[in-house]
């Protein structure tokens, strides 16, 4: 089985630090996602990587930045924590490659809950 | 723009009833469609998918129909039990497009004993 796994589980920092969410999966997956969960707003995409090195903004970027140095480490950034970016972040993987759909299907960690004072 | 979205916000069923929880979606290119499950506390997990050259998959008590027609997805889960209580989401995705999935705001099903 796929298993995505991200660093902790609870966080908790203050306002104006720089934090770091790491999640790191271990089949080879090309795709990348980090998501945002927050009550009555669903999943919010934030950014993902279909590659090395490679970044794409997703639906709700501005506050945050990714890193992927290696194929199978994705990384969230919060440069500057504010309070409205407490929230559940979900990382996500897919296998990519091709057109078949079903290499979109994600694989999801059991998520960070950040809460920034 | 594009959006899945679920009927009922809320479902309560008694433990080994069948459960359905509904989906409808916009986007009419959509042709790949996934239900997640996420228990308390957990990510969401993988539970079935369907094609849109199909209109009905069956797993492990659970049954996915696809209505192309008016857009709707309905998740059926059959002898509902306790472990069943969760938040269920719908995805769409068409190759055709950014490929990504998109979400519905999820259902949340709890089971009466």
């Known amino acids: 089985d796929v298993k995505v796994t991200q660093s902790s589980r609870y966080l908790v920092k203050r306002t104006g630090e720089k934090v770091f969410l790491e999640c790191v999966q271990d089949m080879d997956h090309e795709n990348m996602f980090w998501y945002r969960q927050d009550p009555g707003l669903g999943l919010r995409l934030i950014y993902f990587s279909y590659d090395v090195k490679m970044k794409e903004k997703g639906d709700i970027p501005e506050g945050y930045s990714v890193s992927r140095e290696k194929k199978e480490r994705f990384s969230l950034i919060l440069e500057s924590a504010s309070t409205n970016q407490t929230s559940m972040y979900l990382c996500?993987?897919?296998?990519?490659?091709?057109?078949?759909?079903?290499?979109?299907?994600?694989?999801f960690g059991s998520g960070t809950q950040l809460s920034v004072l | 723009g594009e959006s899945v979205g679920l009927h009922l916000p809320t479902l309560s069923v008694q433990e080994g009833d069948n459960s359905i929880i509904n989906c409808a979606y916009s986007n009419s290119a959509s042709d790949y469609f996934i239900w997640y499950k996420q228990e308390s506390g957990k990510g969401p997990q993988f539970i079935i998918d369907i094609r849109s050259n199909m209109d009905k998959r069956q797993g492990q008590r659970v049954t996915v129909l696809l209505n192309k027609t008016v857009k709707h997805l309905s998740l059926q889960i059959a002898a509902t039990q306790p472990g069943d209580s969760a938040v269920y989401f719908c995805a769409d995705l068409s190759v055709q497009g950014a490929q990504k999935l998109v979400f519905g705001q999820g259902t949340r099903l709890t089971i009466n004993p």
């Open positions: 996500a993987s897919s296998r990519g490659q091709g057109t078949d759909a079903t290499n979109e299907k994600l694989f």
